[in-house]
C-alpha cells in the first residue's frame, strides 16, 4: 500500500505561527530570547494563554487548561504553523482526548520534539499528516543559524539538504527509502499499546534521547523491539544521546550509551547509523520531516529527504 498522507500548505515567513504550552513549565530566561528570535523569522507569533502557568512544578498548567489551549490552535483556520514552546512531560496525558479532525479539517504544520514526540506519532497516525520533527522555542536562541534556516525551508515547502553523520558508526550498510518517523526514545515506548502508536513497518527511523542511563535504553530499545513496534522498520538514524552516560564512580565499567544502543539495533539486522545531528544539543537540532520519503544510505552515512512535507 503506498503511503499517502495529508500535507499541510507551505509556510512563508509571513505565516501566522502559534506557540503552545502541553507538556513542561516554561522557563522565562529561556523561552523569551527564543520567542524574540522566533518573532524575527515570520510574520506574526501568538503565545498561549498558559504560557507560564505551572502545575505540581510537572506542567504548564492542568490537563484541562492545555488540552483547552491545544485544541484552540489545532482548529484555529488562520494558524499556518503550531510550534511548541518547550518539551518536558505531560503531551500523552491527552493525546486520547483530542479530536484528529481538529487538524485533518484545519491543516497546518506541527513542528516540536523531545516529550512532543507522542504529538507527533498522533498526527501521523491518527490525523494521517506531515508534520516536523524540529527545535523548540527555548531552544532558538541558541541554534545555529544552519539549523533555523532548515526550519524555514522545511516549513516553507523546500527540500532541505542531505544529512551527514558526523562523527557516527555505520551497522550494517546498504541503502533503504521510506516515510519517516522521528521521535524520542523513550516516548516512542510509552506509545506502545496505545492508540497514538504509528504503523511504523516500512519506515525509516530517526531517534534520539536525553538523561536515560545506558541500561534504560537497553531496557526500552528491548520494550520496542519485543512488542513487535520496530517490526518492518527499514533502517534507523541515531541522532543525540544527550547526558545518557552513567555517572562516575560506579564500582565496575559500563558501555557508553552509544555502544548499548548500538549493540541491541544489531539484532534488526537492518541499515542503522548513528551521529546526526538532532536531538538536545542547543546549537545543533536539524529539523527531520516526519511522513514524507527519505534515503537513508549507510554506505556513506547520509540522510536524504526525497520530497516536500507540505503540498505544491
Not at 176 to 198: D, K
Request: proline content about 7%; aromatic content about 4%.
Amino acid at each position: 500500500m503506498v503511503f499517502s498522507p495529508i500535507r499541510p500548505k507551505p509556510a512563508g515567513a509571513n505565516a501566522n505561527v502559534a506557540i503552545f504550552a502541553a507538556s513542561g513549565p516554561i522557563e522565562r530566561h529561556r523561552f523569551e530570547p527564543g520567542f524574540k528570535r522566533l518573532k524575527r523569522l515570520f510574520g506574526t507569533v501568538s503565545l498561549p494563554d498558559n504560557l507560564y502557568a505551572c502545575e505540581r512544578g510537572l506542567f504548564a498548567g492542568n490537563d484541562s487548561v492545555r488540552l483547552q489551549q491545544l485544541r484552540t490552535v489545532l482548529a484555529n483556520p488562520d494558524i499556518d504553523v503550531v510550534i511548541a514552546a518547550r518539551g518536558g512531560s505531560g503531551v500523552t496525558r491527552l493525546l486520547d482526548r483530542l479530536d484528529p479532525g481538529l487538524l485533518r479539517d484545519h491543516p497546518k504544520l506541527l513542528v516540536g520534539f523531545s516529550d512532543i514526540t507522542g504529538l507527533l506519532a498522533w498526527t501521523l497516525k491518527c490525523v494521517g499528516m506531515t508534520c516536523i520533527h524540529g527545535p523548540v522555542v527555548t531552544q532558538m536562541a541558541t541554534l545555529h543559524p544552519e539549523c533555523l534556516q532548515r526550519l524555514q525551508d522545511m516549513l516553507a515547502g523546500e527540500v532541505p539538504p542531505a544529512l551527514a553523520a558526523e562523527q557516527g558508526t555505520v551497522l550494517l550498510g546498504g541503502c533503504v527509502e521510506g516515510p519517516l518517523f522521528a521521535g524520542n526514545i523513550e516516548v516512542l515506548r510509552t506509545l506502545v499499546g496505545t492508540r497514538a502508536m504509528p504503523d511504523l513497518r516500512g519506515h525509516i527511523l530517526a531517534l534520539e534521547e536525553i538523561g536515560e542511563r545506558p541500561y534504560r535504553l537497553d531496557r526500552a530499545l528491548t520494550q520496542l523491539m519485543s512488542s513487535g513496534a520496530l517490526r518492518g522498520v527499514k533502517g534507523i538514524a541515531l541522532g543525540q544521546l544527550t547526558g545518557c552516560e552513567e555517572p562516575e564512580g560506579r564500582p565496575f565499567a559500563v558501555p557508553r550509551a552509544e555502544d548499548v544502543v548500538t549493540a541491541r539495533l544489531l539484532d534488526l539486522r537492518i541499515p542503522v547509523v548513528t551521529g546526526f545531528a538532532f536531538g538536545h544539543d542547543n546549537v545543533r537540532n536539524q529539523a527531520l520531516p516526519i511522513g514524507t520519503m527519505v534515503r537513508l544510505d549507510a554506505d556513506n552515512a547520509t540522510l536524504t529527504c526525497l520530497e516536500p512535507c507540505t503540498r505544491a
